[in-house]
C-alpha cells in the first residue's frame, strides 16, 4: 500500500530518534510536512535536521511533561501551520528498578513523560483536529504495560494508563473522524534499550517468537497505516508489534 501524505501535517514527539526518528522519516518520504519535538536536541536531532535539509521538518525543543511548555508549542506551531492532520505521542523514557528500590523522583518523570505528557500534547492536538472534522492520534506504548516486566512498574503503569486514555479518548472523538489508537512495539532495537546488559538482551530475545529484536522502521510501517485516511474505521485498537511477544 502506498501513501500519499503531501497535504497533512504531522507532530511526532521524540521525533528524532529511535521510533520517532524512523516514523518522522516515512511521513516525510511519503510528502508529510514534519514537526519532530525533543527535550534536549542536541547531537542527534542537529544530525538529523541536516540529513533531511531538503524536505519540510522542523524541530522544536521542549518537555511534554511541561504543560505551559506544551502550551507555547502550539501556539508557535498555529503560526506556522494552518492545520494538524497526525499526532505521533512516541517521547517516551524509562528508569527501571525494583519497587522497593524505586526513587519516587524516577517514578514520577517515568509518569510525567510517558503518560501525562501524552494527554498534554493530545489535548491541544483535539482543539485544532475538531475544527476540521479530521485527525490521527497514535500512542505508542508497549506490552509491558499488558504484560508487566520485573524492574518496570512504573514504565508498565505508564503504558497501561496510555491504553485507557486511548480506548476513552476514542470514544469521545469518533463522530469527529478523528481516530485513537495504539501502537505496542516489543523490542526494538533504539536507544531505549541500548542499556540492556547483554545477558538480558539474550534472555529478552528467547522470549521473542522471532528470535530477534524488531527495527524501528518496522513500526514506522503500521503508524503510517493508522495515520493514513484508509484506516478510518479503526478506533479505540491496540496493535502489536512484537514478534510474537
Given at each position: 500500500?502506498?501513501?500519499?501524505?503531501?497535504?497533512?501535517?504531522?507532530?511526532?514527539?521524540?521525533?528524532?530518534?529511535g521510533i520517532g526518528k524512523?516514523?518522522?522519516?516515512?511521513?516525510?518520504?511519503?510528502?508529510?510536512?514534519?514537526?519532530?519535538?525533543?527535550?534536549?536536541?542536541?547531537?542527534?536531532?542537529?544530525?538529523?535536521?541536516?540529513?533531511?535539509?531538503?524536505?519540510?521538518?522542523?524541530?522544536?525543543?521542549?518537555?511534554?511533561?511541561?504543560?505551559?511548555a506544551v502550551e507555547k508549542?502550539?501556539?508557535?506551531?498555529?503560526?506556522?501551520?494552518?492545520?494538524?492532520?497526525?499526532?505521533?505521542?512516541?517521547?517516551?523514557?524509562?528508569?527501571?528498578?525494583?519497587?522497593?528500590?524505586?526513587?519516587?523522583?524516577?517514578?514520577?518523570?517515568?509518569?510525567?513523560?510517558?503518560?501525562?505528557?501524552?494527554?498534554?500534547?493530545?489535548?491541544?492536538?483535539?482543539?485544532?483536529?475538531?475544527?476540521?472534522?479530521?485527525?490521527?492520534?497514535?500512542?505508542?506504548?508497549?506490552?509491558?504495560?499488558?504484560?508487566?516486566?520485573?524492574?518496570?512498574?512504573?514504565?508498565?503503569?505508564?503504558?497501561?494508563?496510555?491504553?485507557?486514555?486511548?480506548?476513552?479518548?476514542?470514544?469521545?472523538?469518533?463522530?469527529?473522524?478523528?481516530?485513537?489508537?495504539?501502537?505496542?512495539?516489543?523490542?526494538?532495537?533504539?536507544?531505549?534499550?541500548?542499556?540492556?546488559?547483554?545477558?538480558?538482551?539474550?534472555?529478552?530475545?528467547?522470549?521473542?517468537?522471532?528470535?530477534?529484536?524488531?527495527?524501528?522502521?518496522?513500526?514506522?510501517?503500521?503508524?503510517?497505516?493508522?495515520?493514513?485516511?484508509?484506516?478510518?474505521?479503526?478506533?479505540?485498537?491496540?496493535?502489536?508489534?512484537?514478534?510474537?511477544?
Open positions: 500500500m502506498k501513501f500519499d501524505f503531501s497535504d497533512y501535517t504531522v507532530i511526532v514527539t521524540g521525533g528524532t530518534r524512523a516514523a518522522s522519516e516515512a511521513f516525510l518520504k511519503n510528502g508529510a510536512k514534519v514537526v519532530a519535538t525533543c527535550v534536549n536536541g542536541g547531537k542527534s536531532a542537529d544530525e538529523f535536521k541536516a540529513a533531511w535539509s531538503n524536505y519540510p521538518l522542523e524541530i522544536f525543543k521542549f518537555d511534554v511533561a511541561d504543560y505551559a508549542f502550539y501556539a508557535e506551531f498555529d503560526q506556522k501551520y494552518p492545520s494538524l492532520q497526525v499526532l505521533v505521542n512516541c517521547a517516551g523514557i524509562r528508569k527501571d528498578a525494583i519497587t522497593g528500590m524505586m526513587n519516587p523522583n524516577d517514578w514520577n518523570k517515568v509518569i510525567s513523560t510517558n503518560l501525562t505528557g501524552t494527554f498534554n500534547m493530545s489535548k491541544f492536538a483535539l482543539m485544532r483536529m475538531m475544527s476540521s472534522k479530521f485527525g490521527r492520534i497514535i500512542s505508542i506504548t508497549s506490552p509491558s504495560g499488558r504484560i508487566g516486566f520485573a524492574g518496570q512498574c512504573n514504565y508498565a503503569a505508564a503504558k497501561a494508563g496510555q491504553v485507557a486514555f486511548s480506548k476513552s479518548l476514542s470514544k469521545e472523538t469518533a463522530k469527529r473522524s478523528i481516530t485513537v489508537n495504539c501502537i505496542s512495539p516489543g523490542f526494538i532495537d533504539t536507544d531505549l534499550i541500548a542499556d540492556l546488559s547483554e545477558e538480558l538482551r539474550n534472555e529478552y530475545k528467547s522470549q521473542v517468537p522471532a528470535k530477534r529484536f524488531g527495527k524501528p522502521e518496522e513500526v514506522a510501517s503500521p503508524i503510517l497505516f493508522l495515520a493514513s485516511r484508509e484506516a478510518s474505521y479503526i478506533t479505540g485498537a491496540v496493535l502489536e508489534v512484537t514478534g510474537g511477544l
